[in-house]
């Protein structure tokens, strides 16, 4: 797997996995704040959106899986301390390239409500 | 059964890379995730995801380029479910006609059929037979490329 995302990741530019889908988006920003575990990815994504998103296992290992093969994630090699924590949790970080991919989705994301804001239809409601 | 060893048991369809590499975490998360919700409701939502990320997974096995897929195996069940399932069903077919002492409808057709049928499972029985007694060595299907197939003839 590891192989396969180094070879990927040489090939494409962060411009190329835009526009992610909501799955993949909510993973990388909670992996924006440093490594976690999927439980903790998840419990952070239904924290950030209020509740209204909540990852089920197959969608987020689903996501971690293509994440991992596209090298915009990492899964760190040392288990947690089994008196501490469970070790068949992995932990997961964002890599150079996600941070890079999250960086240019946000601006993409930033544009285009921008571009809505701008609308007649948004003024209207504004200046009721 | 628990309901653990359920999910256990639900997290086999998924591929088994997908299985080997994820489905210790994902037990993990179902025991992290179960008690905070409401056992209807949790097997619900489980269902929905299942029906949707297992083709989803497979799909993706499928594509990769590196794909661990046994094909010749595929190819092995799904004739051996289409052999089994026609002798069942002509079998069947007879068995009630005889027992309601009913005409067999086009008794021609399902006697050919069961005839085939039967013999590709005496074929699929004797290939396997025969591989396990060294006769022949074979890793394919006698299907899908029976010209793979070495005989290695014992003097």
Redesign the interface.
């Known amino acids: 797997m590891k192989k396969q995302a180094a070879s990927k990741t040489e090939q494409k530019t962060p411009e190329e996995f835009l526009p992610l889908t909501p799955a993949v988006f909510h993973i990388l920003v909670a992996l924006g704040d440093g490594e976690s575990h999927g439980y903790a990815i998840m419990q952070d994504v239904l924290a950030k959106t209020g509740g209204s998103v909540r990852l089920s296992a197959g969608t987020l290992y689903g996501a971690v899986s293509r994440l991992l093969e596209d090298g915009l994630i990492e899964e760190l090699e040392e288990r947690p301390d089994p008196e501490r924590d469970d070790t068949r949790r992995r932990y997961y970080r964002l890599s150079n390239l996600g941070g890079r991919v999250l960086h240019e989705e946000s601006n993409r994301l930033t544009e285009l409500v921008r571009t809505a804001r701008a609308t007649r239809a948004i003024r209207k409601l504004r200046t009721v | 059964m628990t309901g653990q060893h359920l999910y256990s048991a639900l997290l086999f369809l998924y591929p088994k890379p997908?299985r080997t590499?994820?489905g210790?975490?994902?037990?993990?998360?179902?025991q992290?995730?179960y008690p905070e919700c409401n056992g209807v409701r949790f097997w619900i939502?489980?269902v929905?995801?299942?029906a949707?990320?297992?083709p989803?997974?497979w799909h993706?096995e499928f594509c990769r380029e590196?794909s661990s897929i046994d094909y010749t195996g595929l190819a092995d069940a799904v004739m051996c479910s289409i052999v089994v399932g026609t002798l069942l069903l002509g079998w069947g077919m007879l068995g009630a006609c005889v027992a309601l002492r009913m005409e067999v409808p086009k008794a021609g057709v399902l006697f050919e059929l069961v005839t085939i049928a039967t013999a590709v499972l005496v074929g699929i029985i004797a290939k396997y037979a025969a591989a396990r007694s060294g006769v022949i060595d074979t890793t394919c299907s006698p299907l899908i490329s029976y010209e793979r197939t070495t005989v290695r003839f014992s003097r």
């Open positions: 997908f590499h994820f210790p975490e994902m037990l993990r998360l179902y992290d995730c939502e489980t929905r995801d299942l949707t990320s297992i989803r997974e993706h590196d």
